[in-house]
């Protein structure tokens, strides 16, 4: 089996959805039993986000850009809903994606549907 380079890796991450990459992320965790998240930085944020602004905020996508296929999925990946309740919350911009969400996760969900098109707000 021959070797992929970095290279050939990142060319391949950049052409898939953002589906595929949740689910990428998954099997990685699995196979190497690791996680994604960074716990130590989430123990010391707690006392920084306290003295920087809320501890809470919303998600609102302001519009879906021109990559509605796009932005539908990545909300259907973010929020669990099914298909047409991901193309309605859509379809009704400005609408809030997430409720009471901490800072860190809303930007993480910024950054997926920035890159799916959208156009996106924390309040």
């Given at each position: ?84 309740d991901a193309k309605k919350l859509v379809d009704a911009a400005p ?29």
């Amino acid at each position: 089996m021959a070797k992929l380079t970095k290279e050939e890796i990142i060319a391949s991450v950049k052409e898939m959805t953002v589906l595929e990459l949740n689910d990428l992320v998954k099997a990685i965790e699995e196979e190497f039993g690791v996680t994604a998240a960074a716990p130590v930085a989430v123990a010391a944020a707690p006392v920084e986000e306290e003295a920087k602004g809320p501890a809470e905020v919303n998600l609102i996508l302001k519009s879906f850009g021109t990559a509605k296929v796009a932005v539908i999925k990545a909300v259907q990946a973010i929020t669990g809903l099914g298909l047409i309740d991901a193309k309605k919350l859509v379809d009704a911009a400005p609408s809030t994606i997430k409720e009471k969400i901490s800072p860190a996760e809303a930007e993480t969900h910024k950054a997926a549907l920035v890159a799916a098109g959208a156009e996106v707000e924390i309040k």
